[in-house]
């Protein structure tokens, strides 16, 4: 649906829902802006912190102020630190998954999302009203907890004409690890299971620059070491990777000229070759995102550059007299491990609820014939 805004004339009575129908028009423009023109994730902040709890043990966890767009296009802005609550991760999460042979439960991700709180009336009751109504919205952030594996799961993105939505869209934030022998976190991280906390970035078919030259940086101050990518037009072009001097100035690391000659004062490493294969082998629990070799990227995989094949074997706990009974050894698509069985217990003739196990795994990576 095509966006409709209202049009006032003289002498016209404004009703509330013509007044409302502006804030609704702008909210909307800005949403499908963001929406189309940014990927979602944090902007600025949004640091999931830790400091010891007083008394000990375990830590109280924090998410700092910052500012993140959802999907959807909406505007996440939290404006004071907010506690991440251990008894509502408990509540939420009434099992959680620990590591092996120990108390501490495995990554979980932390996300926020947007929530509209009406505001009451501040104005009073005025004519032949009965009741007051809220006459703000105010759109505040909450907290929500994932299970492992939640944080690479696509959401659904809203049509093309849509605004901001409800705030049902959920940002992540960070992970934290929890202590279920005394219900208290332990550690936080901004990147487990080979996910990192995303950021907000650009959605554009050309970005020109407006002096002949454009810089791609990851971070916004030029300091010492933050690496670059230039594109300058003086002296004919060049393409220039480096690191910021931080006086302003780039220290090639390469370079490619308008004649295509490249320069790099380092070493070229060459890329795996066909008929090769690299290998990477160990011991993983249930839930864990195995590995890949040294020098394999991801992006590789992905782009379907290399072959990876895998091979587990459930590894049989040691549970005494009783019999571990293996239900299922398999990794999926995105080699996350799935090992769990059943302990039995064939003299009382009692079975416990299923239990996550570890697995021995193997590796391999290769490239098909015809690739490089």
Known sequence: ???????????????????????????????????????????????????????????????????????????????????????????????????????VTVWYPVFIHGLDAPVEATNGVMGCQTATRPTRIDEDVEIEFGRPGDASIEQTVPPPDAGPGEGSWRVLVGFVQLDTANGHFVDVTSTADGV??????????????????VEIRPKPDATVGVPAVVVDADKGGSLTFGLHSGTGTLSPLMTVDSSGNLTVPGAVKSVQQAGTVRVISGTAFDGT???????????????????????????????GTKRFIPAECRVDSDRRVHCWGTVVDFSALTQRPDVPASCDFLVLVSVPEGGS
């Open 1 to 103: 649906m095509s966006p409709i805004r209202p049009v006032f004339n003289d002498g016209a009575i404004l009703g509330a829902a013509d007044l409302t129908a502006l804030g609704v028009l702008d909210r909307d423009r800005d949403a499908r802006a963001t929406r189309h023109l940014h990927t979602p994730g944090v902007a600025s902040g949004l640091e999931l912190t830790k400091r010891d709890r007083v008394p000990p043990p375990g830590v109280d966890v924090t998410v700092q102020p910052g500012f993140a767009i959802d999907g959807t296009g909406r505007e996440l802005v939290l404006r004071t630190a907010l506690p991440v609550s251990d008894d509502q991760f408990t509540g939420d999460i009434p099992n959680p998954v620990t590591q092996e042979a120990s108390t």
């Open 196 to 213: 990192t906390v995303p950021t907000a970035g650009v959605r554009a078919g050309l970005v020109a620059g407006q002096a002949g030259r």
């Open 289 to 319: 995102v195995l590995p890949l070799p040294e020098g394999v990227e991801q992006t590789a995989v992905d782009s379907g550059a290399v072959q990876v094949s895998v091979f587990v074997t459930p590894r049989l706990p040691d549970v």
